[in-house]
């Protein structure tokens, strides 16, 4: 999420950095990683689950012989955690569910005669298989099971997989666990990585291969989905997490500092922006985020993600600072201003927005505000969207035509096809009039 130079060149002298970005490469592809990725998926397509375990004790210190977890040891899993941890998880997802659901029933079956004789529809029809990834490296990221494994069930998807990758003590993080049990998945593995996509979409788990996978991941898992992709469809493709700030004088320069260096907490390559109309909030933004830093427990990880890919941006009216926030089309953006439905009306390229003083990104990472956390970066949103119970539904059409509007329809293709020169489409309308003028039943 960085300004393209040549873009900019259409904002001058109605913007200026407060904090530019340094020099460090926008964060993408390593060629290394992909090339790794590769090697590794035609290795597992060629020795199946035996390369499988192999890589599973290679990479992560796997053991056992086994990588799935049963339905009765995935219930307990909750038993595992302190009693707050597993009252959130609950409330997550019946949240996430609960939003999934409405968004379900807005997306609905239709039919309609378009001309006499023709009638064209549409049903939405669910994926059958999924394959969810849920992360548990650095930090075990709960909530990922309901914007995955749950909202796809929630679409009416049969059979989810959930793969996760054991921890230090070779055992799978129960609190990723019980999310994954309460979301509704179908089975459950502890397996990570790239071995653990390519396991589902190659069918290597008892089960035949995904037709989807979905997921959050580190580098490796973002690349084999890249890969993979073609052979399944994914949800997006992913890159470091990113926010961004869009604040007047009004906004509160510790909470949009807080803001920024929740999401610099993803990672070290997480972009965080501001673009503001007040060059003073700009400024004691800057200043608040070094004092939070002093004492942030995660410093290691924010501070380079801020240092390197950080950014402050004062904007002269509030025009700029929305064709400027268009032009970044952040994965995560916060609204903080005196007029925030005014800015919100203005936009048109984010991933998800949080609106006020009292919204915070953090609400929707953790499952809690109920919408998806799946979302695109790097500027996809320009063009995409997010993760939601219609991905995993297809809008599959149909037509069925009568004798009445053959006429019409059988007359324009032939039209249409003489002047293609495509003879067979031609033909199939031809023999159709003809069957229709001589009174008989096509």
């Known amino acids: 999420m960085r300004f393209n130079p040549s873009r900019l060149a259409e904002f001058d002298g109605s913007y200026r950095f407060l904090k530019p970005p340094s020099d460090a490469p926008a964060a993408q592809r390593d060629p290394a990683v992909a090339s790794r990725v590769s090697d590794m998926l035609s290795t ?86 999924v394959g969810a990834y849920l992360p548990a490296g650095r930090f075990p990221l709960l909530a990922g099971a309901f914007m995955t494994v749950g909202v796809a069930k929630t679409a009416g998807v049969p059979v989810v997989l959930a793969c996760t990758p054991p921890g230090r003590e070779g055992t799978a993080d129960p609190a990723v666990l019980y999310a994954a049990h309460l979301s509704g998945a179908d089975r459950a593995y502890v397996l990570g990585g790239v071995q653990a996509l390519a396991a589902m979409a190659f069918g290597l788990l008892g089960e035949r291969p995904v037709d989807m996978l979905v997921g959050a991941g580190n580098a490796y898992v973002a690349e084999a989905k890249r890969q993979l992709y073609g052979q399944v469809a994914i949800d997006l493709p992913a890159g470091p997490s990113e926010v961004a700030v869009l604040a007047d004088e009004t906004a509160d320069p510790g909470l949009v500092a807080a803001d920024l260096l929740g999401q610099a907490e993803h990672g070290t390559e997480s972009p965080a922006a501001l673009v503001t109309t007040s060059l003073q909030l700009g400024e004691a933004v800057i200043a608040e985020i070094d004092r ?91 063009h995409s969207a997010g993760l939601s119970v219609s991905r995993f539904l297809k809008p599959l059409t149909y037509q069925r035509v009568s004798r009445e509007g053959t006429e019409e329809l059988a007359g324009a293709v032939e039209s249409i096809s003489a002047y293609e020169g495509m003879a067979a489409h031609g033909a199939t309308a031809t023999l159709r009039l003809q069957a229709l003028r001589n009174g008989e039943q096509a």
């Open 44 to 129: 597992i397509q060629r020795d199946g689950m035996d390369a499988v375990l192999r890589y599973a004790k290679e990479l992560d210190g796997w053991q056992q012989p086994d990588v799935e977890i049963g339905a009765a040891e995935l219930a307990r899993t909750g038993d595992k955690l302190p009693a707050g941890v597993r009252a959130a998880l609950e409330l997550g997802q019946a949240r996430t569910s609960d939003f999934a659901r409405r968004q379900r029933a807005h997306l609905v079956d239709f039919e309609a005669e378009l001309a006499p004789g023709l009638v064209a529809g549409q049903r939405y029809v669910p994926v059958q298989r």
């Open 292 to 382: 939070q830093l002093e004492t942030l427990a995660t410093r290691d990880i924010a501070g380079p993600a801020w240092r390197d890919y950080g950014s402050v941006t004062w904007a002269k009216d509030a025009s700029t600072a929305i064709q400027l926030m268009d032009e970044l089309a952040p994965e995560h953006l916060e609204i903080q201003t005196a007029d925030d439905d005014m800015y919100l009306a203005g936009l048109h390229n984010y991933g998800s927005v949080f609106l006020g003083p009292w919204s915070t990104v953090a609400y929707s990472d953790k499952g809690m505000a109920g919408t998806n956390h799946v979302l695109p970066t790097a500027g996809g949103a320009k």
